[in-house]
């Protein structure tokens, strides 16, 4: 891309993304302290965006990471004990796959999840998905989700993260 269009990007993730989720975060309040999927997807966002112009706001990025990985827990605290999500299979593949970005790109950008990746029942949610499709390819419908199952790129994480090739 353009300078010009690589510097209107980069303002418009600090201005209107970044430092408006820093207001939140300070807040204490609302999706850095629920514990459903608009968390997973907020936080991972927001990761996401502080890496990504952390050579040129490296405070921000790294006050915004602090933030989200204290915020984190509270979100995939779902998957306890047993991976099972209690949104229902569409947003699991939501949630799921904004927590697998955030560790990935953590890991890649600073070489540590901070233990998210730890967090019970995160290791064994790749079944979930297994055992919530239907030979159909259907899944099977309940909470907040629709019927067709679609692929999932988390799956593929999952299963080099956790060593369970079935799940690629």
């Known amino acids: 891309?353009?300078?010009?269009?690589?510097?209107?990007?980069?303002?418009?993730?600090?201005?209107?993304?970044?430092?408006?989720?820093?207001?939140?975060?300070?807040?204490?309040?609302?999706?850095?302290?629920?514990?459903?999927?608009?968390?997973?997807?907020?936080?991972?966002?927001?990761?996401?965006?502080?890496?990504?112009?952390?050579?040129?706001?490296?405070?921000?990025?790294?006050?915004?990471?602090?933030?989200?990985?204290?915020?984190?827990?509270?979100?995939?605290?779902?998957?306890?004990?047993s991976g099972a999500y209690p949104e229902g299979p569409g947003y699991w593949e939501y949630g799921t796959s904004y927590t697998c970005l955030t560790i990935a790109t953590l890991r890649s950008a600073l070489g540590d999840d901070f233990g998210l990746h730890e967090t019970p029942g995160l290791s064994e949610t790749g079944w979930f998905r297994i055992h919530t499709i239907g030979p159909n390819g259907m899944y099977f419908n309940y909470a907040d989700g629709g019927a067709g199952a679609r692929p999932a790129a988390a799956m593929f994480f999952l299963s080099q993260a956790f060593d369970e090739p079935a799940w690629a």
Do not use: F
């Not at 353009?2 to 207001?23: F, H, N, Q, Y």
């Open 1 to 81: 891309i353009s300078p010009k269009d690589r510097k209107a990007i980069r303002t418009a993730v600090v201005e209107l993304g970044l430092k408006e989720g820093m207001k939140i975060y300070r807040t204490g309040k609302g999706w850095p302290a629920r514990n459903n999927n608009w968390n997973q997807v907020c936080n991972g966002g927001m990761v996401l965006g502080a890496l990504a112009v952390a050579e040129d706001h490296p405070e921000l990025a790294a006050e915004i990471v602090r933030y989200a990985v204290a915020s984190a827990p509270r979100g995939l605290s779902v998957y306890r004990p």
